[in-house]
Nanobody, 116 residues
Framework: QVQLVEAGGGLVQAGGSLKLSCTAS?????MNWYRQTPGNERDFVPGIIGCSSTNYADSVKGRFTISRDDATNPVYLQMDSLKPEDTATYYC?????????????WGQGTHVTVSS
């Protein structure tokens, strides 16, 4: 069982920056960030496999950066040039692989509000 704890959400003006962190209690092969607004599905934002293979949703490319130092350290989401449409609850998502079996875990979420 892996527990995920997110931090760093808050209120920021449009054009500003926030940095989210997600700390996992165990080793994760891949970690992702998703976001969700009321009444909508949870959408993929960025993900990282290992420590260097990254993938971003088109809506955040060039503005958000996901990073981590190694598979046991927190994953960070640096969010720059924030827009009001980035307002959402951001969820950390981890994938672990043990003996060829994949498991996924979710954090509780941290809310980001971008004011116009």
């Amino acid at each position: 069982q892996v527990q995920l704890v997110e931090a760093g959400g808050g209120l920021v003006q449009a054009g500003g920056s926030l940095k989210l962190s997600c700390t996992a209690s165990g080793r994760a092969s891949a970690m992702n960030w998703y976001r969700q607004t009321p009444g909508n599905e949870r959408d993929f934002v960025p993900g990282i496999i290992g420590c260097s293979s990254t993938n971003y949703a088109d809506s955040v490319k060039g503005r958000f950066t996901i990073s981590r130092d190694d598979a046991t350290n927190p994953v960070y989401l640096q969010m720059d040039s924030l827009k009001p449409e980035d307002t959402a609850t951001y969820y950390c998502h981890a994938v672990t692989v043990t003996d060829g079996h994949y498991k996924t875990y979710w954090g509780q979420g941290t809310h980001v509000t971008v004011s116009s």
